[in-house]
């Protein structure tokens, strides 16, 4: 779908958007919607008194045909109360039209903008993010319903956003554009199936990132092997599909100095999660297609981050592995060494995302010293039963960096849950063969342990952990994004690095 911007003329035909806010419970259009609402004989009005529409965040009302042939609907959006209007209720108030115009037969729409009395945002704030939110909601994975009938699939491919002052409104959306292109690529990348999506194929997904500038580095098996990434290299042992390392760098921050030290970010990338011989249950196992989640948003990220050619050095690196049973998989009790000399008793195969994060966060802090790590995980099904689809769990051995990440988390509506470290929980991993085990003996805390695992790989590094295995996909769906995958963490990082380790 295409975006423009323009100066606001009063529509003849197609689809209208009006934006409306909540007057001590009655509907307020803005003085162009008032207009629009004069050219069409007062519809607009008439309809809005006969409904319940209130003009609340996330509200919108249908009205067809009204009164001039050519306009086909008005489709009216609420923002809720004027003064309370952010950036995340102008992207819902874009998601929701999008989601009602694209059951229409309309091609083309058209927004009003102008920013309610008493509202705080801009008006080019709230043209930007209203396309922005329109944007991300049209998203659809559609590439392999081969059967679905053209007239089932949505025509929107054009929305004009009429705003008194186009220029900052088009500027602002191109960064956000470039967010949404890379949230889009996470998405696909998680919906991909794990016959089409392993290792191989993932990091060639990677390497198209050079056409923007990115360098891409792949480490095949024997170079892990002759670096001694036991612990990676174990979890990819028992499939036909070998394993990967990606290392991905946009260096857009400064050549040398401080500001020259680079941050990182590490995703786990298993393609697909059988939990190998510690096997799954079958019910649900289609799900670990997308246990490449972390690795899906750190390559989404990359692409946001030098799409809008962010002032800012930053690594990313995708640990790639498929975790299946076979005669060569690795077996509860196994023993290995990993890339830090520490020894890994591995009593559950199906707790592989750590060992392939221990590797590459290892690697990551060694070879490029960076000012922070983050890494994200669909680590544990534990986070589900603490945090449910509302908050990715967050663990940091750094305060700054865990009060920045959710901020950032709050201020684009992908919300952190802080959960802790402690040495007693570290305590529950110590092994009595090897220097750690890859799982508790009992003693709950799962997901708990599971970040103090990672926390033995990170070297003292600032670091912090997102466990996304309750975001990453979503069955619901929102305003925002269809049902599917969500590319929860691609805009909340590059918020984080927009607001604090970007040079001017
Ligand atoms: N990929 C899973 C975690 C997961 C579960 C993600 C459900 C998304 C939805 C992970 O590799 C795993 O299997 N974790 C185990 C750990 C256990 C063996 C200690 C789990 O959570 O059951
Ligand atoms: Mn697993
Ligand atoms: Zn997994």
């Not at 509200?59 to 003064?83: E, F, H, T, Y």
């Not at 290892?362 to 790590?373: G, I, N, S, V």
């Not at 007693?424 to 009992?442: C, F, P």
């Amino acid at each position: 779908m295409r975006i423009a911007f323009s100066k606001p003329t009063l529509p003849e035909k197609g689809a209208v958007i009006l934006l409306a806010s909540e007057d001590k419970s009655a509907p307020k259009l803005t003085a162009l919607g008032r207009s629009l609402d004069k050219s069409v004989g007062g519809s607009v009005a008439r309809a809005l008194a006969a409904s319940r529409f209130k003009g609340r965040k996330g509200q919108s009302l249908i009205i067809l045909a009204p009164g001039r042939k050519d306009i086909s609907r008005v489709v009216v959006v609420g923002l809720g109360k004027a003064g309370e209007v952010t950036d995340l209720i102008a992207e819902r108030a874009g998601g929701v039209a999008y989601a009602e115009l694209g059951k229409s037969d309309d091609s083309r729409a058209v927004v009003l903008v102008e920013a309610p009395r008493h509202c705080k945002l801009g008006a080019s704030d709230l043209a930007a993010h209203f396309a922005l939110g329109a944007r991300l909601r049209s998203y659809r994975f559609d590439k392999y319903r081969t059967k679905e009938k053209k007239e089932d699939k949505p025509k929107l491919v054009r929305i004009d956003v009429q705003v008194a002052e186009p220029a900052p409104a088009r500027r602002l959306f191109a960064g956000l554009d470039a967010v949404a292109d890379g949230v889009f690529h996470t998405r696909e990348l998680v919906s991909e199936p794990a016959n089409v999506l392993y290792p191989q194929t993932l990091a060639q997904e990677a390497r198209k990132l050079s056409r923007l500038d990115v360098r891409v580095e792949v480490l095949d098996e024997n170079k892990m092997k002759a670096l001694g990434f036991g612990a990676l290299l174990g979890v990819g042992q028992g499939s036909a599909h070998p394993p990967r390392l990606v290392v991905m760098r946009w260096n857009g921050g400064p050549r040398r100095g401080k500001g020259a030290q680079p941050v990182a970010f590490v995703g786990k990338g298993v393609t697909f999660d059988s939990g190998g011989i510690s096997i799954k249950p079958s019910r649900g196992m289609e799900d670990m297609k997308w246990d490449m989640g972390g690795a899906g948003v750190v390559i989404g990220l990359m692409r946001a981050l030098a799409g809008r050619s962010a002032r800012v050095n930053v690594v990313g690196i995708v640990g790639l592995v498929e975790n299946m049973p076979s005669a060569t998989a690795q077996r509860p009790g196994d023993i290995v060494k990993s890339y830090s000399g520490q020894t890994i008793e591995v009593l559950n195969t199906d707790a592989e995302g750590r060992l392939v994060l221990a590797d590459a966060l290892w690697y990551c802090q060694k070879r490029f010293k960076p000012k922070f790590m983050v890494d994200l995980a669909t680590l544990t099904g534990a986070i589900i039963v603490t945090l449910g689809a509302h908050h990715a769990g967050l663990f940091s051995n750094d305060d700054e960096l865990a009060a920045r990440l959710t901020d950032a988390g709050l201020a684009v509506g992908e919300k952190l849950w802080r959960l802790p470290l402690d040495a007693a929980y570290d305590k529950m991993i110590d092994s009595k063969a090897a220097d750690v085990q890859n799982i508790s003996s009992g003693g709950g805390a799962g997901s708990i342990t599971a970040a103090q695992f990672l926390q033995r790989f990170v070297n003292k590094v600032p670091w912090a952990h997102l466990d996304i295995a309750g975001v990453t996909w979503s069955t619901k769906g929102s305003d925002t994004a269809a049902p599917g995958g969500t590319g929860f963490g691609v805009r909340l990082l590059d918020r984080l690095v927009a607001d604090h380790y970007e040079s001017r």
